[in-house]
């Protein structure tokens, strides 16, 4: 079965920058059938939808609260997806989790989602 494993998390102030990596064990991941997404989940609050690319280039989209700040990208050589961070804000922290679904579709619905990882923390100080 196809793992996810995040890394990249951690402490930063407001207005730096973090940048998350989410390695798939699975090879299957770099073909045209896999989805991949990242989504978060703050201290009592529900996951949330953070960003999702299809398996091709240029198809990726954001949720409203990062728009024009994150940016997802994915190698699929090397099977793995990135978040790239800027302008983190206190609103930002929150655990951080990888997620892929057997579709080339992306969507912004958890319970779409068929793979997940762990999660990474990641904490903005203000």
């Known amino acids: 079965q196809a793992q996810l494993a995040e890394s990249g998390g951690g402490l930063v102030q407001t207005g730096g920058s973090l940048r998350l990596s989410c390695a798939a064990s699975?090879?299957?991941?770099?073909?045209?059938?896999?989805?991949m997404g990242w989504f978060r989940q703050a201290p009592g609050k529900e996951r949330e939808f953070v960003a999702a690319i299809g398996p091709g280039p240029g198809f990726t989209f954001y949720a409203d609260s990062v728009k024009g700040r994150f940016t997802i990208s994915r190698d699929n050589a090397k099977t793995t997806v990135f978040l790239q961070m800027d302008d983190l804000s206190p609103e930002d922290t929150a655990v951080y989790y990888c997620?892929?679904?057997?579709?080339?579709?992306?969507?912004?619905?958890?319970?779409?989602?068929?793979?997940w990882g762990k999660g990474t923390l990641v904490t903005v100080s203000s």
């Open positions: 997620a892929s679904r057997r579709s080339p579709i992306p969507t912004d619905q958890p319970i779409d989602q068929d793979y």
């Open positions: 699975d090879r299957t991941f770099s073909t045209a059938d896999y989805a």
